[in-house]
C-alpha cells in the first residue's frame, strides 16, 4: 500500500510536556503489514508512523535545544473507522470526498503544521491523543528536522540503517519485506536477528 492510504476495508527519551501544540510533520515511516490478534480474532493490518516535531517545545542536549518529537502508530486506511481518517480530517479541517478516498497521498501532509494535544499515559509517556488544523492567523516555526518519509515499496538503505532498532525490526518483519519486496539485505536481516532477543514486541 505505501504511501497511498486507501478506503479498502530514532529517539531521545525525554517526554514531550502534556498539553496542546504547535507541531509541524516531519517524518512518515512505513512499516508494512503486520499480522496481530484482536478479540481472538485475527487481524491484519498495513502500518505507518507519523511523526512530528514541537518547535516550541525544547529540552537541552549537549548544550543545544532540540525539539520534542512525538509519533503515533497508524493503519493505513481511510475506512470510515480509521483513526488514520478521523485525524487527517481533523487535520485538514474538513471531511475526505469520495474520489479522495480512492488514494489519498501521505505525503500530502509531510511538513505540514498542526495542532496537537498530548497526554501522558500511566507510564508517563507522551501519546498524541488527538490532531486539528492550525487556527487561522497562527504561525508556527518552521522545522528544524528536515522532513522526510521513510517507504517499503521504494526502499532506501540509507534511511532504514538511520532507524533505531525497534523500528528496523518492525519493518523487516513485515509481509513485505518477508516475501522479497523489496529485497533487505543481509545485514540488515542479521542485525534484526540479534535483536529479537533483547526488544519486547
Not at 8 to 29: E, M, S
Not at 52 to 59: A, V
Not at 94 to 121: A, R, T, W, Y
Request: aromatic share 8%.
Amino acid at each position: 500500500m505505501g504511501r497511498h492510504a486507501k478506503d479498502n476495508g530514532g529517539g531521545d527519551f525525554q517526554q514531550a510536556p502534556a498539553g496542546t501544540h504547535l507541531a509541524r510533520c516531519v517524518r512518515l515511516t512505513d512499516i508494512g503489514t503486520h499480522h496481530s490478534e484482536y478479540q481472538g480474532k485475527p487481524v491484519t493490518r498495513n502500518q505507518v508512523i507519523v511523526m512530528w516535531e514541537l518547535p516550541n517545545e525544547t529540552f537541552e542536549v549537549d548544550g543545544q535545544q532540540k525539539p520534542f518529537i512525538v509519533s503515533k502508530f497508524y493503519t493505513n486506511s481511510l475506512s470510515e473507522k480509521a483513526n488514520l481518517r478521523k485525524d487527517l480530517e481533523s487535520w485538514r479541517g474538513q471531511p475526505f470526498e469520495v474520489k479522495e478516498l480512492l488514494g489519498f497521498d501521505l505525503m500530502n501532509v509531510l511538513g505540514k503544521p498542526c495542532i496537537l494535544s498530548i497526554v501522558h499515559n500511566e507510564d508517563g509517556k507522551a501519546k498524541v491523543a488527538s490532531v486539528a488544523k492550525v487556527m487561522k492567523g497562527m504561525e508556527c516555526p518552521q522545522a528544524v528536522n528536515t522532513p522526510d518519509a521513510f517507504w517499503i515499496d521504494e526502499w532506501n538503505q540509507e534511511k532504514f540503517d538511520s532507524f533505531s532498532d525497534g523500528i528496523k525490526k518492525l519493518i523487516t518483519e513485515s509481509d513485505e519485506c518477508r516475501n522479497g519486496i523489496p529485497p533487505v539485505n543481509n545485514s540488515a536481516r542479521d542485525t534484526v536477528d540479534k535483536l529479537d532477543e533483547d526488544i519486547p514486541f
